[in-house]
């Protein structure tokens, strides 16, 4: 199987800048730097994504994500942060290589759009809750 741009970066074959690594984990800066500092916290070993992902692996990158998100506060006068993971291509992923995206935001024209509606009316809340309820137990 042909190794994603992920694997390549990790492997050293695509240059990326780097603010991160340890034996799992590898964070560098987005490409597309969707706002300044936007980065990506990858695991070293390959999962398709977020969910496909052993609870271990995921931690230690949600663990880096959440300092790396507490550093941009810090450090690039980042007034808030999302963090965000896109499972699947009909939530937006395009990279079949679990990411974290962690995105700094400064303002509301900073670049990075998420619209969350309100589609509540007329679902049965009630039942989907019981339902992913008795699934956890
Ligand atoms: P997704 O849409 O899968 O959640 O996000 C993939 C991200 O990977 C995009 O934000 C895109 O800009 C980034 N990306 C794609 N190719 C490269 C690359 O070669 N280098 C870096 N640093 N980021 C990349």
Do not use: W
Not at 23 to 29: G, I, R, T
Not at 83 to 92: D, R, S
Not at 95 to 102: G, L, M, R
Not at 108 to 134: H, Q, R, T
């Amino acid at each position: 199987m042909e190794k994603d741009i992920f694997c390549r970066i990790i492997d050293g074959e695509i240059p990326c800048h780097k603010v991160y690594e340890d034996d799992d984990v590898l964070a560098f800066l987005d490409i597309s730097q969707v706002t300044k500092g936007h980065t990506l916290v990858v695991p070293k070993k390959h999962y398709d994504n977020f969910l496909a992902t052993p609870k271990s692996v995921m931690h230690k990158v949600m663990d880096v994500a959440q300092t790396i998100g507490q550093i941009e506060i810090k450090m690039l006068g980042a007034v808030g942060v999302n963090i965000l993971t896109n499972c699947y291509e009909a939530a937006g992923q395009t990279v079949k290589h679990f990411h974290v995206h962690v995105i700094p935001r400064y303002d509301v024209g900073d670049g990075f759009i998420l619209e969350m509606k309100n589609n509540a009316e007329g679902l049965n809340l009630p039942a989907i809750a019981e339902m992913v309820k008795n699934e956890l137990k």
